[in-house]
C-alpha cells in the first residue's frame, strides 16, 4: 500500500503527513511525500490596462529565485524524511514542478492507494474567493482521498 502527501509548509500538511504515517505504520505501507514547485508565472500578477486589456508579466528566467525554491522543496522534504525516519516508515519523496492540483491529481494516478491531504479550513467565501487545492483534488483525484482538519 503507498500513500500520497503533499507537503507545502503549512501546518495542515505536517498534519496529512502525521496521519499518513499513522496509518503507513501498522500496515508497512509506503508514505510519499512531495513537494510541488509552481511556475514562476504564478508568481507575478496580471495587470488590466487602462484600456481594459489583461497583461501578464513577461517573466524573465531568474535562476536565483528558482534555486531558492527548490532549496525550499528540499527543505520541506527533508523534515518529512525526518518525521518518517523517526516512526520507522518506509518513505519515499520527490519534488515536482507545475501547478500544484494538477500535479497531485496526476501523481495520485501512478500506484497511490490514498491521497492524504491537509485542509487549511477556509470559509465558504474564501473558498469561493480563492479556490481550495484540497477542494479540487477531493473532486478530481482518481484514487481515494483523506482529507484531514
Given at each position: 500500500?503507498?500513500?500520497?502527501?503533499?507537503?507545502?509548509?503549512?501546518?495542515?500538511?505536517?498534519?496529512?503527513?502525521?496521519?499518513?504515517?499513522?496509518?503507513?505504520?501498522?500496515?508497512?505501507?509506503?508514505?510519499?511525500?512531495?513537494?510541488?514547485?509552481?511556475?514562476?508565472?504564478?508568481?507575478?500578477?496580471?495587470l488590466?490596462?487602462?484600456?481594459?486589456?489583461?497583461?501578464?508579466?513577461?517573466?524573465?528566467?531568474?535562476?536565483?529565485?528558482?534555486?531558492?525554491?527548490?532549496?525550499?522543496?528540499?527543505?520541506?522534504?527533508?523534515?518529512?524524511?525526518?518525521?518518517?525516519?523517526?516512526?520507522?516508515?518506509?518513505?519515499?519523496?520527490?519534488?515536482?514542478?507545475?501547478?500544484?492540483?494538477?500535479?497531485?491529481c496526476?501523481?495520485?494516478?501512478?500506484?497511490?492507494?490514498?491521497?492524504?491531504?491537509?485542509?487549511?479550513?477556509?470559509?465558504s467565501?474564501?473558498?469561493?474567493?480563492?479556490?481550495?487545492?484540497?477542494?479540487?483534488?477531493v473532486?478530481?483525484?482518481?484514487?481515494?482521498?483523506?482529507?484531514?482538519?
Amino acid at each position: 500500500m503507498k500513500f500520497l502527501v503533499a507537503i507545502d509548509g503549512s501546518q495542515a500538511s505536517y498534519k496529512a503527513l502525521k496521519t499518513a504515517i499513522d496509518l503507513a505504520k501498522p500496515t508497512q505501507a509506503i508514505v510519499k511525500a512531495v513537494t510541488i514547485i509552481e511556475p514562476l508565472r504564478d508568481y507575478y500578477p496580471e495587470l488590466i490596462m487602462p484600456t481594459g486589456d489583461w497583461v501578464s508579466w513577461q517573466v524573465h528566467p531568474n535562476p536565483e529565485l528558482e534555486k531558492a525554491l527548490v532549496e525550499k522543496g528540499r527543505s520541506l522534504l527533508q523534515a518529512a524524511e525526518k518525521s518518517c525516519k523517526d516512526a520507522n516508515v518506509t518513505y519515499e519523496t520527490s519534488i515536482e514542478f507545475g501547478t500544484p492540483r494538477d500535479r497531485i491529481c496526476k501523481l495520485a494516478g501512478e500506484g497511490i492507494d490514498i491521497l492524504v491531504i491537509g485542509s487549511r479550513g477556509l470559509g465558504s467565501m474564501e473558498r469561493l474567493m480563492l479556490g481550495s487545492v484540497s477542494d479540487y483534488i477531493v473532486h478530481h483525484a482518481p484514487c481515494p482521498v483523506l482529507v484531514v482538519r
